[in-house]
């Protein structure tokens, strides 16, 4: 008996795209790709049938990196830099958070992301063990990692309570919650708290992810205070023995992209905020030919603003072509496979990101009846380079469907939404 029929569907896999198939999910992963008539016969044997007509699925969208949390402080601080941003408007104002503006805000980045087709996202916060229950109540795949930052007071309190999420939640419900250390930046990390982060790696065999390599000056103020570039004194600390997810990555150098492909470094690669904090525009092309896996993430809201991984998979198919002046820089598929597989493996999952048998069930299903879609020469271009992310009409994790015809099944949205007003009256002041 299968859980999930979903029939009648256009399904975008690696070999195109199948027309009006049907595909069977059992357990949280995909067991068959039907074609319509072997459907009909699948249907007596499905639990739940969902008629996908005038839809293409496609595999849900992963964003590995962003402080999904942060939505609280969309358009609360634009135009500035990274560190005069972080430092002016953003820092001070964190200090203001609790465990319920988080649980708001994390339910915010949610519904935003489920809406627009994302159905896993690699998340480094404050107030984490509520982040993780809220990724349980609504179904939603996620990598946890504490943020951690050797010049604050609560500094080696954050390292307990990273061990604690790890020892709490990583694997949880199938690795629907898996869980990295957070060690912020090197600007925020000295070496003697670096070296306590890797101890505590070795001691969980946990992975890390980091912010490196974001600004000019960031690399700058380490080569002026160890003669190396951040990735360098990173990798001569002993930090990418396991496994390592790189946030930026926007100033590096051959060198390092040499140490990074070596040692299994993934990058998460942040177009829009890049952009948006004037940081620069990431070397990812040249990391690709270097054989480095890099995905796709937003970066948090108060820095791009907002949480939509369609924006990211088309920026990226299009900043390296201007960049490079090469239309075949990144090419579309090359794109979604950031956004979608190469994001996964980045995050460590190698069955994920991908429509076949095997994979994870982690679907969303595209309304394609607006103008915009037609003609269809090309679904994979469509969704790169002309589809709307309100297009999602349907979004499935694990097997469960968390959004049905725009309704989100898990969230109460008029709920949230006054939460969300008292939380701006809050932080305004
Ligand atoms: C210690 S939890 C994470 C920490 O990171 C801050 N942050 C948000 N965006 C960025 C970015 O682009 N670079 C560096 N740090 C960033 C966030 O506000 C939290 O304080
Ligand atoms: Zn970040």
């Not at 199948?18 to 039907?34: C, F, Q, R, V």
């Not at 496609?58 to 949390?69: E, M």
């Not at 229950?133 to 795949?141: D, F, N, P």
């Not at 992810?209 to 000019?216: D, F, G, Q, Y």
Request: hydrophobic share 40%; glycine share 8%; net charge negative.
């Amino acid at each position: 008996m299968s859980d999930l029929l979903i029939t009648h569907v256009d399904v975008l896999t690696d070999e195109g795209v199948l027309k009006n198939h049907a595909i069977e999910i059992e357990n949280g992963y995909i067991t068959t790709i039907l074609n319509d008539s072997e459907a009909i016969k699948a249907k007596d044997n499905a639990k739940e049938v969902l008629d996908g007509k005038g839809q293409l699925a496609a595999p849900g969208l992963v964003n590995t990196h962003t402080h999904i949390a942060m939505g609280l402080f969309r358009n609360y601080a634009d135009d500035l830099e990274l560190m005069e941003w972080l430092e002016t408007a953003i820092w001070p104002t964190e200090a203001k958070l609790n465990d319920d503006y988080v649980r708001y805000g994390t339910q915010l980045g949610i519904a935003e992301m489920l809406r627009t087709g994302t159905t896993t996202f690699s998340d480094m916060y404050f107030f984490m063990n509520t982040t993780a229950e809220v990724v349980k109540e609504t179904g939603i795949r996620s990598v946890l990692s504490r943020g951690l930052a050797g010049v604050s007071p609560t500094a080696d309190q954050a390292l307990v309570e990273n061990a604690d999420l790890f020892r709490t939640w990583n694997g949880f419900d199938n690795d629907r919650i898996k869980v990295l250390l957070g060690p912020h930046a090197p600007y925020t990390c000295p070496d003697a708290y670096m070296e306590k982060v890797i101890a505590l790696s070795h001691e969980l065999n946990c992975g890390i992810h980091m912010h490196l390599s974001e600004t000019k000056g960031e690399v700058e103020n380490v080569i002026k205070a160890t003669g190396k570039t951040p990735i360098a004194h990173m990798h001569d600390l002993g930090l990418f023995w396991n496994t390592t997810l790189a946030a930026h990555c926007v100033h590096v150098t051959d060198e390092d992209m040499d140490i990074m492909a070596k040692n299994n470094v993934a990058v998460a690669h942040n177009p829009q905020s890049n952009l948006k904090l004037a940081s620069g525009i990431a070397p990812v092309p040249e990391m690709i030919a270097k054989g480095i896996t890099v995905g796709l993430g937003t970066d948090g809201s108060a820095s791009n603003n907002n949480a939509d991984m369609l924006e990211e998979v088309r920026l990226a198919a299009t900043l390296h072509k201007a960049r490079l002046y090469d239309p075949k820089a990144i090419p579309a598929q090359a794109a979604w496979s950031m956004g979608t597989v190469e994001g996964a493996k980045a995050l460590g999952y190698k069955d994920l990101g991908v429509l076949a048998k095997g994979y994870r069930a982690d679907i969303v299903l595209y309304d394609v009846s607006g103008m915009h879609w037609m003609p269809r020469y090309n679904d994979l271009a469509a969704l790169v380079y002309s589809a709307n992310s309100s297009d999602a009409n349907t979004t499935i994790v694990g097997g469960k469907v968390l959004m049905k015809d725009k309704e989100l099944l898990t969230i109460d949205e008029e709920k949230l939404r006054a939460e969300i007003t008292k939380a701006q009256e809050y932080f305004r002041n």
